[in-house]
């Protein structure tokens, strides 16, 4: 008898659901345009990027070896005596090199040498991700950070995650 109750209970739940739901899709949902949204704190993606960037970070131009094209990179130079790691960091391949890293920040804070390579940019450019001129940007970014800081020659890592 209890099994039954349940059950019934459940149908009656199921068809006032249905029963409201078709209520509400023939309704005006004007309503809902009328409902203001208090915003407090806005800010666009470009000052999100320039607030990350602005830490110290510097935004260098790197001649590439293979066509003579500058490309942008944010660079942090170690300010340690010795020599330290370098860590290149890749950006998405739907972003470029102006994207949120949170690695930047952790090699800042640990006093590693940091670049952030735009290799070509995003998807929307045909030599981006693993084309031989976005490999050629790596490598001229690379051979940058250790003509212009102390970089542990034995501790170079890549990183990167989508077209990174």
Same mark, same amino acid.
């Given at each position: $008898?209890?099994?039954?109750?349940?059950?019934?209970?459940?149908?009656?739940?199921?068809?006032?659901?249905?029963? =409201?739901?078709?209520?509400?899709?023939?309704?005006?949902?004007?309503?809902?345009?009328?409902?203001?949204? +208090?915003?407090?704190?806005?800010?666009?993606?470009?000052?999100?990027?320039?607030?990350?960037?602005?830490?110290?970070?510097?935004?260098?131009?790197?001649?590439?070896?293979?066509?003579?094209? /500058?490309?942008?990179?944010?660079?942090?130079?170690?300010?340690?005596?010795?020599?330290?790691?370098?860590?290149? !960091? =890749?950006?998405?391949?739907?972003?470029?090199?102006? +994207?949120?890293?949170?690695?930047?920040? $952790?090699?800042?804070?640990?006093?590693? /040498?940091?670049?952030?390579? /735009?290799?070509?940019?995003?998807?929307?450019?045909?030599?981006?991700?693993? !084309?031989? =001129?976005?490999?050629?940007?790596?490598? #001229?970014?690379?051979?940058?950070?250790? #003509?212009?800081?102390?970089?542990?020659? /034995?501790?170079?890592?890549?990183?990167?995650?989508?077209?990174?």
């Amino acid at each position: $008898m209890r099994t039954i109750c349940r059950f019934i209970l459940y149908i009656i739940g199921f068809t006032i659901c249905i029963a =409201l739901g078709v209520f509400l899709a023939w309704q005006n949902p004007s309503w809902i345009a009328n409902i203001k949204l +208090e915003i407090k704190d806005y800010r666009q993606y470009h000052q999100i990027k320039k607030k990350l960037w602005n830490r110290g970070f510097h935004l260098v131009s790197i001649k590439s070896s293979s066509d003579g094209k /500058n490309q942008e990179a944010y660079y942090y130079s170690s300010k340690a005596s010795n020599s330290k790691p370098l860590i290149v !960091s =890749l950006h998405t391949w739907a972003g470029d090199y102006r +994207e949120y890293d949170s690695i930047a920040l $952790m090699s800042k804070s640990k006093n590693i /040498n940091y670049i952030h390579p /735009n290799f070509r940019g995003s998807n929307t450019t045909p030599n981006s991700c693993c !084309s031989p =001129l976005a490999l050629s940007d790596i490598d #001229d970014a690379i051979d940058f950070a250790i #003509d212009n800081g102390n970089v542990d020659l /034995n501790k170079i890592y890549v990183i990167g995650k989508s077209g990174g």
